[in-house]
């Protein structure tokens, strides 16, 4: 091959790689996934699927951590279809305030993970994210 002919190929793919350096599209954010869970009412604490553990409805309520425990292992195993969820453990006195956040931790196949819980709105409802 001529050194001219090397030359050009050098520069088309240097040519190549700036421009896919300069690409307007953003890379794509990591995929994550969270459930909202709504609140618990009195009308439908029949119904664990959709509770979402709040304790009443006077100002600083916090979850209640049995039913939250409950909700989780209920979402993770049904929602996110996580195998050998083992014993899930949120903490008590947990705040019901918008754009708090906290840390359940959650034995999937004997081995500790960590679950993010959002609390979404000052109604009771939170999301749970994906295991860690």
Same mark, same amino acid.
């Given at each position: 091959?001529?050194?001219?002919?090397?030359? =050009?190929? !050098? #520069?088309?793919?240097?040519?190549?790689?700036?421009?896919?350096?300069? $690409? &307007? =599209?953003?890379?794509?954010?990591?995929?994550? +996934?969270?459930?909202?869970?709504?609140? =618990?009412?009195?009308? $439908?604490?029949?119904?664990?699927? %959709?509770?979402?553990?709040?304790?009443?409805?006077?100002? !600083?309520?916090? @979850? &209640?951590?049995?039913?939250? /425990?409950?909700?989780?292992? +209920?979402? #993770?195993?049904?929602?996110? /279809?996580?195998?050998?969820? !083992? &014993?899930?453990?949120?903490?008590?006195? /947990?705040?019901? +305030?918008?754009?708090?956040? @906290?840390?359940? =931790?959650?034995?999937?196949?004997? *081995?500790?993970?960590?679950?993010?819980?959002?609390? %979404?709105?000052? &109604? !009771?409802?939170? *999301?749970?994210?994906?295991?860690?």
């Amino acid at each position: 091959m001529s050194r001219r002919a090397v030359a =050009t190929v !050098g #520069l088309c793919c240097a040519a190549f790689a700036t421009l896919a350096a300069c $690409s &307007d =599209t953003p890379a794509p954010a990591p995929a994550t +996934k969270t459930v909202t869970v709504p609140p =618990t009412t009195s009308a $439908s604490a029949s119904t664990p699927a %959709t509770s979402g553990g709040s304790s009443s409805s006077a100002p !600083g309520r916090v @979850f &209640d951590p049995r039913t939250m /425990q409950a909700d989780v292992r +209920k979402i #993770l195993t049904e929602t996110y /279809q996580v195998r050998e969820v !083992g &014993d899930v453990l949120c903490p008590a006195n /947990q705040t019901v +305030k918008d754009g708090s956040t @906290f840390i359940c =931790t959650v034995q999937v196949g004997g *081995e500790g993970k960590t679950v993010t819980i959002t609390v %979404t709105g000052d &109604d !009771g409802r939170y *999301e749970v994210g994906a295991p860690a």
